[in-house]
């Protein structure tokens, strides 16, 4: 093999790199070769710039200038979008939904489930399944996060409460079974009958026990922590709020470093003060998510999500009663929102974007941009922080003709 074969392949993009750490931007080069990072540069560890950089002399090199380059963005609590649902089952509807999230720079996708039938979820799951393993652009959905019907009928939220049932570990096993690897989270309310035997299941699995949709009080969350449920979806959101006779979820929540959790930074779904709160405490054990429904990307009209109907006014999705059903927004919004409504830096927006949830959803090499991980990163402009381009696992993505380049 020639010099020049050897090379064959690598990338060389030059930037201000936020590496999803939450250390400061430094501007440097990104060398990408056969779909991963094969090295980081800091410009000023090369004396003489890209000149320096012999392992990657003869690669292109894009420059662009003190635009960002970031790790893709990560969302581990995702419903639909662009006029799709996963609970469709629809293998088209689904690519539809991957290509609009990955023009808005979400890369990584935990694709999540409402409360239905079993027939419903079953279908919901093979299409997921049969998109992540045939299409190119599957490779966007990491797995699975079941976000129902194992839910208590006093928190359903946007779950559809026909068909809220106590945890079925049968279920869990025949799904696991049919799609391997696939179930990557799993939601429940700790207080039901049969939710100790879901989640030591789940462990077995390496499947993520979270706690959502709950009546649990304080120390039945605690209890549930022993268990081994390590996470809590939309804190606040749909669960026991806090008292100071019973702290019920959100104090377990807060409290309890074993938890980690996320934050709806739409604007309908949490105070900025409850958002301050959360972040202080929690800190790195908090990421943000979109729970977007089938709504984002659309205008406003009359939806359905489970086939409930909800009413989307000047982005915000409702049911009639009022209560929130879900966000309209990519997840580029809500670093958007973290930077420019809660005043966050942003090194630290991203952080929450991408590190963070990559390791609670344990989604190895995504989420830093750093040697030997997934390529798998965004150009962010500066000033607006819109998403000027996307890459995944080392292919451009062209939102113009929803194609890889």
Known sequence: MTERERRAGRLVLKGMILDGSGRDPFSGYV????????????????????????EAADAPLLDFGSSCLTPGLIDIHLHGGAGADVMDGSASGLIRMLRYYLA???????????????PDIDRALAAAFSVRQTERIGQVIQGIHLEGPFLSPKWPGAQHPQWLCNPQTAWLREWTSRFPG????????????GAQEAVAFALEQNIIAACGHSDATYDQVRTAIGWGISHAVHCCNAMRP??????????????????????????????????ELIVRLKQDRVCV?????????????????????????????????????????????????????????LPEAVKHATSIPAGIAKLHNKGLLKAGYDADLI???????????????????????????
Not at 182 to 193: I, Q
């Open 289 to 345: 998510i979109t729970d977007s429904m089938r709504a984002a990307g659309m205008t406003d009209g009359v939806y359905h999500l489970a086939g409930l109907e909800v009413h989307v006014k000047e982005g915000a999705a409702r049911f009639a009663d009022g209560t929130i059903a879900g966000s309209t927004i990519p997840l580029a919004q809500s670093v958007r929102n973290l930077v420019q409504t809660h005043g966050k830096s």
């Open 379 to 405: 150009v962010l402009e500066p000033e607006q922080l819109q998403v000027k381009r996307v890459m995944l696992g080392g292919d451009w993505f062209d939102p113009e003709s929803n194609d890889f380049v």
């Open 242 to 275: 806090f008292h100071h006779r019973e702290p019920g979820v959100v104090g377990a929540v807060l409290l309890h470093d074993e938890l980690s959790t996320e934050i709806n930074v739409d604007g309908y779904h949490l105070h900025p003060a409850a958002v």
């Open 182 to 193: 696939f179930l990557r989270m799993l939601t429940l309310a700790p207080e039901l009958e």
């Open 104 to 118: 808005h720079g979400t890369t990584s996708i935990l694709a999540t489930t409402l409360t239905a039938s079993k």
């Open 31 to 54: 060398v990408i070769e056969r779909g991963r990072i094969a090295k980081v540069y800091a410009e000023e560890e090369t004396a003489a710039g890209y000149g320096h950089l012999d």
